[in-house]
């Protein structure tokens, strides 16, 4: 699409826009891009005359956006981040492409990270940077090309690819275990719980599943999976787990299984990707590997 020029402002003009309407003031721009106040002043009028669009309320020695142009800084900030990020990909991987994930921080940490240098010997040329999300995003605002999710399949805007399912176990340290004595699903009850935020009835299936009876039982909810394993091994209750990504601390004996009872969660876990991303390299070339490194694993 064609774009008249005097809608295309240069970066110089858009740059000390945005940075006088995110300090409110001109001589904070100016001292930001290295540049007198004057300087700065004559770019942004420059700007409203390239625009015809009054972007500041000039009062005395303050300025103050106007509804216009308070709209348009957000915008401009926006695209000036995307290429900012594109420049940046650009200089640090001038030969191949980067790949901006968004990564869930206990799967990330725990079973993408490790199989990580296995996809970088087969690609090169590919240079991946994660960035941390716990819930839903829009990818139009975020310079990301990809997430990670768990939930349901129903991410707005995004194809969506299924990598696998979860299975979830009570387990707790093994003092917690010796004192309470679990025998049966209802005695889990007698022990604090812990959950996740983002999983907020996750006991009560659990307890539903195995048929116990209902309880009033509250649960401390935190937000990562990793502090809720830090809290189980601690002692301080019993948490509902992936069994797949505590295969370490089970092992080693840091946590046990109050009992050998799982259930599966309702939400799985997918890669989701903006539509428009679809056929960039980069995540083709990721796509592809993770779906075989999923199928390898079962």
């Not at 300087?39 to 509804?67: G, K, P």
């Not at 707790?172 to 209802?186: D, I, T, V």
């Not at 007698?190 to 009033?216: C, D, H, M, S, V």
Request: glycine letters at 6%; one cysteine or more.
């Amino acid at each position: 699409m064609q774009i008249s020029r005097r809608f295309l402002p240069s970066t110089a003009l858009l740059a000390a826009f945005e940075a006088a309407a995110r300090t409110g003031s001109m001589t904070l721009a100016a001292r930001e891009l290295s540049l007198t106040q004057s300087a700065v002043s004559r770019q942004i009028r420059a700007l409203e005359e390239q625009l015809a669009v009054d972007l500041f309320t000039r009062e005395r020695q303050s300025i103050r956006l106007t509804a216009a142009g308070e709209v348009y800084a957000g915008e401009v900030r926006e695209a000036l981040l995307r290429i900012g990020t594109a420049s940046l990909n650009l200089h640090a991987n001038p030969r191949g492409g980067t790949l901006n994930l968004a990564i869930l921080p206990t799967f990330g940490t725990r079973w993408l990270a490790p199989r990580l240098p296995a996809f970088l010997a087969q690609n090169p040329g590919v240079t991946i940077n994660l960035a941390t999300r716990l819930s839903y995003f829009d990818f139009r605002t975020e310079a990301l090309d990809a997430a990670i999710h768990f939930g349901q399949p129903d991410w707005p805007g995004a194809e969506i690819m299924l990598l696998r399912s979860e299975e979830v176990v009570p387990a707790c340290n093994p003092q917690l275990k010796a004192l309470h004595e679990f025998r049966e699903p209802a005695d889990l009850r007698k022990a604090p719980l812990i959950g996740i935020l983002t999983r907020p009835t996750a006991w009560n299936r659990w307890f539903e599943a195995y048929g116990a009876p209902p309880g009033n039982n509250q649960v401390m909810l935190f937000d990562q999976f990793a502090t809720v394993a830090q809290a189980a091994m601690a002692g301080v209750g019993l948490a509902l787990l992936p069994t797949f990504l505590i295969q370490d601390e089970l092992a080693s004996g840091k946590l046990v299984c109050a009992m050998d009872l799982v259930t599966e969660s309702a939400e799985r876990y997918y890669l989701v990707w903006p539509t428009e991303r679809s056929t960039y390299p980069p995540l083709t070339a990721f796509r592809d590997w993770l779906s075989k490194e999923i199928a390898a694993q079962g």
